[in-house]
């Protein structure tokens, strides 16, 4: 028995099967009356995170349904859209802990690593099937694409050498050599194998332009929201480089904040002041002028001082060519529509990003494109975002609101969530003062005591990078003989080593946590 939960139920009547008897579809909103069964409804539907809006609660009330109401093999089509973090996490619970198999289509690529222990990729109209999970799935698929491409260069080399043994003498003495050639050329043509497929990639750069002031952005005594306040900012600063995470559950207020930062919303009071030589550029979560009757190429156009040229070209880096340039921006899929915005985002040369939900939509290679520019932004970083990947791997700080506070933290995501594990009401409180700094250290016994702490950190921390090495290398053995079995197509083999290297996948990223656990004790430390 299969059951599909579907993407997002309030878009344009998204089919949503209930957790009812016998797959049960909702209507054309999005909705049904659930059958719950001959024992009534599940009390553990009440254990729901609180949620705000009824799109995402009817995404969790049916994905709780698939989990608990016993099916045994539920299909979850992007579940995870428009979740904010306590559902997120709720539900990868929920994945982790269900007893049975499923089928999860997500672009998440956090919740894919953390829930998947097998792949089916689908490009060119083709299934790959690999033995682990995502990140995995992508590094033993680009050496299986090295593997095949020294292939086809190595055959290829050698039918232009017969060729070229045949040219030279198919009349001359050697000729008789050079019909053998001619037999042995036909069977290498006979089996042949084709150049390795690379789909196509967005070409994203992010430049600066000019460089802003040391103080990028000032808020005083900000109070934030429209007809009533959503929250209050006393007094906050953002400095020239930091890239900052602002996190909450759902309608808190992190896009007004955004906003109200570009003036588009006015404060209810306090005030925003923009530093000197800062240039504004924005990522909007809904792209509402993206959606009208003008074609890709005249939102370039209109936007921009291109040439019809330069603006092909520029669209063409982000996937636009031939006919799709004259499509109508209202006709435009979410992808394609987040494709646009970035390539005019890459246009304007801000030196302040404020991004909203940009990889909402995207592929996970474009998520993976639009994360390395972002490391690679010289600039200064606002981004509201779900994307677990995006948050742990570009930010530097941390503004969360929740319950109508604001609380600023100076570390990154990581960090910050890896501090919540541990203590719970890290997340809700303020810094405390001092936090991130070394403690005040009386007198030569305690100058004694951290110099011994801060050699501890540094031998241990050298002993998890020879760990790491030794685990790289051993994870690469496998590879190779992964690629190996798959070429021979010995099943036993690969569920043995795509086990086996899960489990070193899984013990090299602890020992990574560990050592950036290690480098941050350092630097308070130190």
């Given at each position: 028995?299969?059951?599909?939960?579907?993407?997002?139920?309030?878009?344009?009547?998204?089919?949503?099967?209930?957790?009812g008897k016998g797959g049960d579809i909702a209507g054309e909103t999005g909705r049904g009356e659930p059958?719950?069964?001959?024992?009534?409804?599940?009390?553990?539907?009440d254990r729901v995170p609180p949620l705000r809006g009824e799109p995402v609660e009817e995404v969790v009330v049916a994905a709780e349904g698939l989990l608990i109401g016993g099916v045994c093999d539920p299909l979850l089509d992007e579940p995870t859209n428009h979740l904010d973090f306590a559902a997120l996490d709720w539900l990868e619970e929920r994945l982790l802990t269900f007893p049975g198999g499923l089928v999860l289509v997500s672009h998440d690529r956090h919740l894919l690593d953390r829930v998947s222990n097998k792949t089916w990729e689908i490009a060119f109209g083709e299934v790959a099937v690999y033995p682990v999970g995502y990140t995995a799935?992508?590094?033993?698929?680009?050496?299986?694409?090295?593997?095949?491409?020294?292939?086809?260069?190595?055959?290829?080399?050698?039918?232009?050498?017969?060729?070229?043994?045949i040219r030279r003498h198919h009349a001359g003495q050697k000729h008789r050599q050079a019909k053998d050639r001619e037999k042995k050329l036909k069977?290498?043509?006979?089996?042949?194998?084709?150049?390795?497929?690379?789909?196509?990639?967005?070409?994203?750069?992010?430049?600066?332009?000019?460089?802003?002031?040391?103080?990028?952005?000032?808020?005083?005594?900000?109070?934030?929201?429209y007809d009533r306040?959503?929250?209050?900012?006393?007094?906050?600063?953002?400095?020239?480089?930091?890239?900052?995470?602002?996190?909450?559950?759902?309608?808190?207020?992190?896009?007004?904040?955004?906003?109200?930062?570009?003036?588009?919303?006015r404060p209810l009071s306090g005030r925003v002041e923009i530093g000197h030589n800062v240039q504004i550029a924005a990522f909007r979560q809904t792209q509402e002028d993206l959606h009208g009757e003008e074609s890709v190429l005249d939102a370039v156009l209109k936007r921009t001082d291109l040439t019809i040229g330069e603006a092909r070209g520029?669209?063409?880096?982000?996937?636009?060519?031939?006919?799709?340039?004259?499509?109508?921006?209202?006709?435009?899929?979410?992808?394609?529509?987040?494709?646009?915005?970035l390539a005019l985002l890459s246009l304007i040369e801000g030196n302040l990003l404020l991004l909203d939900e940009p990889t909402n939509h995207l592929d996970p290679a474009s998520q993976e494109i639009l994360e390395r520019a972002l490391i690679e932004y010289e600039g200064t970083l606002l981004l509201v975002s779900h994307d677990r990947s995006l948050l742990e791997a570009v930010t530097t700080g941390v503004w969360i609101i929740e319950r109508g506070r604001f609380v600023p933290h100076s570390y990154g995501y990581s960090e910050y969530r890896r501090r919540l594990r541990e203590s719970p009401a890290e997340g809700g409180g303020p810094e405390k003062k001092g936090a991130s700094r070394s403690r005040v250290k009386p007198g030569r016994q305690a100058a004694g005591q951290e110099r011994y702490r801060l050699r501890r950190?540094?031998?241990?921390?050298?002993?998890?990078?020879?760990?790491?090495?030794?685990?790289?290398?051993?994870?690469?053995?496998?590879?190779?003989?992964?690629?190996?079995?798959?070429?021979?197509?010995?099943?036993?083999?690969?569920?043995?080593?795509?086990?086996?290297?899960?489990?070193?996948?899984?013990?090299l990223s602890e020992e990574y946590a560990a050592w950036e656990s290690l480098v941050n004790e350092w630097k308070e430390e130190g």
């Open positions: 028995e299969v059951r599909l939960l579907g993407e997002y139920a309030g878009e344009g009547g998204a089919r949503l099967l209930t957790p059958d719950p069964g001959e024992g009534g409804a599940d009390p553990r539907l799935s992508r590094e033993l698929r680009a050496a299986e694409h090295r593997r095949r491409l020294e292939l086809y260069e190595r055959q290829e080399e050698e039918i232009e050498r017969h060729k070229d043994f069977r290498i043509e006979r089996e042949r194998i084709e150049a390795p497929k690379e789909g196509k990639r967005i070409a994203l750069s992010i430049t600066i332009g000019h460089r802003s002031g040391r103080r990028v952005l000032s808020l005083h005594d900000l109070a934030i929201g306040p959503l929250f209050s900012i006393p007094r906050m600063e953002l400095h020239r480089g930091e890239k900052i995470a602002i996190i909450g559950p759902n309608g808190c207020g992190k896009t007004t904040l955004m906003k109200t930062i570009m003036g588009e919303v520029l669209l063409g880096r982000f996937l636009f060519s031939g006919d799709g340039v004259m499509k109508k921006t209202k006709s435009l899929s979410g992808g394609e529509r987040s494709r646009l915005a950190i540094e031998e241990e921390r050298r002993a998890v990078e020879e760990r790491i090495e030794a685990l790289e290398e051993r994870i690469a053995d496998l590879e190779g003989g992964l690629i190996e079995a798959s070429t021979e197509k010995d099943a036993d083999r690969i569920a043995s080593l795509g086990a086996e290297y899960e489990r070193l996948r899984r013990e």
